[in-house]
């Protein structure tokens, strides 16, 4: 008689951890372009004041900074807008020469600094990807933004996008606003990704936030899909989307690059593409856009062991990081090198700091100003439920603080998801030494009988692992420098 363990088991199968890598190219590229620019812009700022401006003036000398070189770039054909001649398409660019020659050489480098160093595994997945896919991911269900109508004209607008901008506008420039009124639009910005459609719409009232360009009276909040939809082959049955992402390509092919790996962990898939996202209001220039790159990585690793074998090579780096604790606290972004955050557990595991490093290695190279580099943890409320750790490299830029790279340990979650859907199971699976106990069922399940002829029968234990997940995503231009890929 055995109640709720079973004995003897010489394997285990299960989904690995993940580490993705993943972010838009087009950000970077077009950060990378406009260094010289803001170096020299920031030494002329710092030299010509003796006193520190105040925040409505600094405001308006960054607006007018980042015209400048958008005008520049433009003027230079680093980028342009697509289809100018017919008035162009907001959230779509084209780049020129110069602009295809710095991504070029974003795209070598990010190539040759993680999928040839790492050994990894690159796969190229279609842009067009069926809807029962993205239905098991979550995306059809979930990958939305809440929008607002102009009531007279009908143009639609992001609701906390409008929200945000009061928030910052106010507390820039209201020299009249009082303590009490500045810490409550403070608190509004630290909550504002937590907030839902009834409260956001409460809150646009509240401040009487009406339509940017006509001042009209605007909806209330209701979610929007931001991806493309299409339908795949002429009879129109067979509905898709546009990927919102590359990265379920990978999880897709999770069993046949596990068995091209030799059926062997750790191992890394890696792919570069397109990616689409029909944004309400695209703005920030190449920031937000419908159509960007992205280049991104899943680390698959065992779930119960999340060491790994090179942490050692990054584990003295030293880098400015904001903790969770420190952003709660009002602290700021302080150095730390990655082995002690790893040891102190304010990064979750080795794997995870490991290509925390990785990353500030290549952003470093690649000519960011590491004075205005940090890593920043997400929040209790910004972290997936299924996530265990989540960091992001944010670069500072004329827009401020811009998410440039999403690092973070995701459990399994992509892969039991398309397990589930497809019935197909996106396991791996370990042989022991020794034979080893395993509990498979919760103290209240009912006894059960296993005789000797079933248990070796049922001599493998499926168990669903961790996806650790790095997202390396890049930027439009905005304030890096970057050194010719050899």
Request: overall charge neutral.
């Amino acid at each position: 008689m055995v109640s709720c363990y079973a004995y003897g088991f010489c394997s285990r199968v299960f989904s690995p951890s993940t580490t993705v890598g993943n972010r838009a190219l087009t950000r970077t590229t077009s950060v990378l372009c406009s260094h010289a620019f803001q170096k020299r812009a920031y030494k002329f700022r710092i030299e010509g004041f003796s006193e520190k401006p105040r925040p409505a003036q600094e405001a308006q000398k960054r607006e007018a900074f980042r015209q400048s070189v958008v005008n520049t770039l433009e003027r230079r054909l680093f980028f342009t807008p697509s289809f100018k001649i017919y008035r162009g398409v907001a959230g779509l660019y084209d780049y020129g020469p110069p602009g295809c020659a710095v991504k070029a050489n974003v795209l070598a480098f990010w190539r040759q600094h993680f999928v040839l160093e790492e050994n990894m595994l690159e796969v190229d997945c279609p842009c067009v990807t069926p809807e029962v896919v993205l239905k098991a991911s979550g995306h059809v269900d979930k990958f939305t933004d809440l929008m607002v109508k102009d009531e007279k004209t009908g143009t639609c607008y992001r609701a906390d996008h409008l929200l945000k901008d009061y928030c910052k506008e106010k507390l820039e420039k209201d020299p009249k606003l009082d303590a009490e009124k500045a810490a409550e639009l403070k608190h509004v910005l630290v909550v504002l990704d937590d907030l839902s459609s009834e409260e956001l719409g409460r809150k646009i009232k509240e401040y009487g936030i009406t339509a940017p360009d006509t001042k009209n009276s605007l909806s209330d909040p209701y979610p929007f899909n931001l991806m493309f939809q299409t339908s795949i082959g002429p009879s129109g049955l067979s509905p898709g989307y546009m990927r919102p992402e590359t990265a379920q390509g990978i999880f897709v092919n999770f069993k046949d690059l596990y068995y091209y790996n030799g059926n062997k962990l750790p191992f890394a898939a890696a792919q570069i593409g397109q990616a689409f996202r029909n944004e309400i209001s695209p703005r920030q220039g190449l920031l937000r856009v419908r159509e960007f790159t992205l280049a991104e990585i899943e680390h698959f690793v065992d779930p119960e062991n999340k060491s790994h074998p090179k942490f050692s090579e990054v584990s003295e780096l030293e880098f400015f990081m904001f903790p969770r604790e420190d952003q709660v606290s009002g602290r700021q972004a302080r150095k730390m090198p990655i082995g002690e955050a790893v040891s102190h557990g304010i990064v979750n595991n080795e794997t995870l700091g490991y290509f925390i490093g990785r990353v500030y290695l290549f952003l470093t190279d690649l000519g960011i100003d590491k004075a205005r580099l940090r890593f920043r943890q997400h929040l209790a409320n910004e972290m997936a439920h299924y996530a265990a750790d989540c960091w992001d490299a944010e670069i500072e830029s004329s827009y401020g603080w811009i998410e440039c790279v999403g690092i973070a340990d995701r459990s399994a979650y992509d892969l039991r998801a398309h397990t589930d859907k497809s019935g197909v199971p996106l396991v791996a699976q370990e042989k022991f030494a020794e034979p080893r106990e395993v509990e498979v069922c919760p103290p209240s399940f009912p006894q059960f009988v296993l005789t000797s002829a079933s248990l070796l029968a049922y001599s493998e234990l499926q168990i669903i692992g961790v996806l650790v997940s790095l997202i390396c995503h890049f930027f439009g231009f905005s304030n890096l420098g970057a050194a010719p890929v050899a």
